[in-house]
Structures are given as structure tokens and as C-alpha cells.
């Protein structure tokens, strides 16, 4: 039997393969202490880097607690929020897009 953590590793590394296919270098972020999955970083021509944070999950919706914790880290260090969703073909977006795009779908939290 396939365990969640299984799944969701599964997945991770199938968003991980994606990024690294683009030209990316991409590690995972193992026990995920951190409101992201992945770190992708790339070198731009004159030298300086792009930094992404990835969080990934297999199923929508991102709860809104799990999105305010990435945007939030993120703009402390001048990083890229991504989310990546998707069972089968694999879905990126810009965190504060997905927000924008889906405020009345996002799980309201209790609290």
C-alpha cells in the first residue's frame, strides 16, 4: 500500500524533475520545516540569481494558512512564491495570482 507521504514525495519529485528539465537547479527541502518543498535557483546572464520557492501538493485547493506562510517567507529574502498542483499534468502558478484568481475558493480557516 502507497502511503500519503509516498504520494506527496512522489510528487514532489516529479515538480523537482520539471524545473531541472527548464534549465533550473532544484533540490527538495526534506521534512518541508519550511513553508516551501523545493528551492530552484538559475543564474541569469549578468551573474546574479533567480531563487524559487515551490510549494507542491498534489490536490487543490493551497489552504489560505499554507500560501500566506510561502508569500510571506518569500518576501523576506526577495524569492518567487510558486504553487505547483496536479495529478497527472503538473500545474505552476504564482502564488499571489492563485490567490487573486480563487479568494472564494480558498479553505476558509477556523480561528
Request: one cysteine or more.
Amino acid at each position: 500500500m502507497v502511503t500519503n507521504y509516498q504520494k506527496g514525495y512522489a510528487f514532489e519529485l516529479k515538480c523537482r524533475d520539471y524545473w531541472r528539465r527548464k534549465g533550473w537547479s532544484c533540490d527538495r527541502t526534506p521534512a518541508s520545516k519550511t513553508p516551501y518543498d523545493l528551492t530552484c535557483v538559475r543564474k541569469t546572464a549578468d551573474n546574479h540569481q533567480t531563487v524559487l520557492r515551490v510549494q507542491c501538493q498534489k490536490h487543490l485547493p493551497f489552504s489560505r494558512k499554507k500560501i500566506d506562510a510561502l508569500i510571506q517567507w518569500c518576501g523576506k529574502e526577495s524569492s518567487h512564491p510558486l504553487l505547483m498542483w496536479g495529478n497527472g499534468k503538473v500545474n505552476v502558478k504564482h502564488a499571489i495570482d492563485y490567490m487573486a484568481e480563487n479568494v472564494y475558493k480558498i479553505h476558509k480557516e477556523v480561528g
